[in-house]
């Protein structure tokens, strides 16, 4: 997203432009190119790893990498489905260098370690302060002890090390939205860009942003990753409504830091955003907003306001459901502004009503307004 930012790429653009020996065997031959965002977005259709690594624990070089291209069949087409891949961000993090023309272990550091100054992180290091990882719990109770591993080629898709207090860094970064500093890694723009789900699984309950998974639970969404690689797993999951985020870094192949996450978030974090949340100024209700309520009529049909619960809300009167009307919260000067769950309407336009000789005569929503229908 930064080289985005410098003009240096676009998310569309085939892979091809940049890697002219990306090939693979395709499910079609007359299938979309592979682009940018399709890596980014685990929307490729690409198999999920290069190799058997996992197994072997020996990771491709990038040479390597290119040359075992042409032999990896891509299950999907681009954009058919979400499917997680590993062999996608390789490809992702060799574009990168192609490029920048720098490795990526430089590239990270001087573009996103030194600004946050995440000075505990590093790129495929046998750091002497690096947590021993253990393998899964086996029937006797033992554990064995997992050698430290070089992703060498595939560093992009996994192999960096960092601490809590590196990546609570990289989490508040994630919030910065809106104003200017040296220490911002992307624009406004681009950050929403990678938050916004691109591709949806198809349970349709998770998605996939640029770099970030996206979830909605609970009412809330969620942004984040979790990762595994031989001795270590972790999940790093963020609220951005609220600005809270949980790092769970775990040196076991058998934790569960998703869940863990997802219950510190459910708890501690809950505490946390309910008490940083700075007071909204609220407009109490004036009983002379009561005017406002009665059947208004336009050429596509009548709408209701209604007083509920010391609300103006605004409705089909013909409708079967008092669920989730919208409501009219006030602005003050006996203006107000949309709201509503859903965004097929005018939501967050500004509502106003015209009065003649002390009656209420119009409602107007936007750019449109509707006639009051005498009682």
């Known amino acids: 997203m930064q080289l985005r930012e410098q003009n240096k790429l676009r998310l569309d653009d085939p892979v091809t432009d940049y890697l002219p020996w990306f090939e693979f065997e395709a499910v ?13 977005t685990h929307s490729s259709g690409l198999p ?3 190799g058997s690594h996992w197994t072997d624990l020996d990771f491709p070089t990038a040479s390597e990498v290119r040359e075992l291209m042409a032999e990896r069949r891509a299950p999907f087409a681009p954009e058919v489905r979400w499917k997680y891949s590993n062999l996608a961000y390789t490809i992702a993090g060799l574009l990168i260098e ?5 490795s990526w272990a430089d590239y ?5 370690f030194d600004p946050l100054e995440m000075d505990a992180s590093s790129v495929d290091m046998d750091d002497p302060k690096l947590a021993v990882g253990y393998g899964i719990r086996m029937p006797d109770g033992s554990r064995s002890i997992m050698p430290f591993v070089d992703a060498r080629g595939m560093a992009a898709a996994t192999g960096l090390t960092s601490n809590v207090e590196d990546m609570a860094k990289f989490v508040s970064a994630q919030f910065r939205i809106g104003g200017r500093g040296d220490d911002r890694l992307l624009s ?3 950050l ?7 591709m949806l699984e198809t349970t349709w309950t998770n998605g996939q942003g ?8 609970n009412g809330k969404l969620y942004v984040g990753h979790g990762g595994g690689y031989p001795g270590y797993t972790t999940s790093t999951s963020i609220q951005l409504d609220s600005k809270v985020g949980v790092v769970v870094l775990t040196n076991t192949n058998d934790s569960n830091p998703g869940q863990i996450a997802r219950e510190l978030l459910d708890t501690v974090g809950e505490a946390v955003a309910t008490a940083t949340e700075p007071e909204k100024e609220t407009i109490e209700w004036n009983p002379a907003w009561e005017r406002f309520a009665g059947r208004y009529r336009g050429r596509n049909g009548d709408t209701q306001v209604l007083v509920m619960n010391e609300k103006l809300v605004r409705m089909n009167p013909w409708s079967s459901s008092l669920n989730d009307p919208q409501e009219l919260a006030p602005l003050g000067d006996d203006m107000f502004r949309m709201e509503a769950p859903t965004g097929g309407g005018p939501v967050g336009e500004i509502v106003r009503f015209i009065e003649e000789d002390g009656q209420v005569v119009r409602m107007i ?4 307004y509707v006639t009051r229908v005498p009682d």
């Open 365 to 368: 929503t936007g750019d449109s």
């Open 192 to 198: 929403r860009e990678m938050h916004r789900v691109r």
């Open 98 to 102: 192609e490029v920048s023309g720098m």
């Open 188 to 190: 406004t723009a681009s």
């Open 28 to 40: 079609a031959e007359d299938g979309a190119p592979i682009t940018i965002e399709h890596l980014l």
């Open 48 to 50: 999920r790893e290069a």
């Open 210 to 217: 640029i770099g970030f998974s996206v979830q909605r639970r």
């Open 108 to 112: 990270l550091q001087e573009n996103i």
